[in-house]
């Protein structure tokens, strides 16, 4: 699967985002997706999973009650709600996908995928 990441910019502190994770001609219902990010001298993080089954999400504490991720229930995009943003948040994001064994299940775990789309740049500053 080929996997289209957008809807990143430029946000000033305590602004929102949308980003989109899309896939041409596959439905992404049947994979589960994660969000990464990657700041500059980082390494790259997992900030929240969305299983193909159920729709059950996971999220990195420290973006939990900011950051919703939801997927579109005809099998379009997984989006990535974004609120409260701080310049911590700043990051190329990717999107990243995976079908496991079991349907309800996703992880945060970089390790464990192995479709991964371009990344989009978030950047949060006055």
């Known amino acids: 699967v080929q996997l289209q990441a957008s809807g990143g910019g430029l946000v000033q502190p305590g602004g929102s985002l949308r980003l989109s994770c899309a896939a041409t001609?596959?439905?992404?219902?049947?994979?589960?997706i994660a969000w990464f990010r990657q700041a500059p001298g980082k390494e790259r993080e997992g900030v929240a999973c969305?299983?193909?089954?159920?729709?059950?999400?996971r999220y990195r504490d420290s973006v939990k009650g900011r950051l919703t991720i939801s997927r579109d229930n005809a099998g379009g995009p997984v989006w990535l709600q974004m609120n409260s943003l701080n310049p911590e948040d700043t990051a190329v994001y990717y999107c990243a996908a995976r079908r496991f064994a079991r349907p309800s299940f996703c992880t945060i775990d970089s390790g464990d995928y192995r479709n991964w789309g371009q990344g989009t740049q978030v950047t949060v500053s006055s």
């Open positions: 969305i299983s193909s089954m159920d729709g059950i999400a």
């Open positions: 001609r596959y439905d992404l219902r049947d994979v589960a």
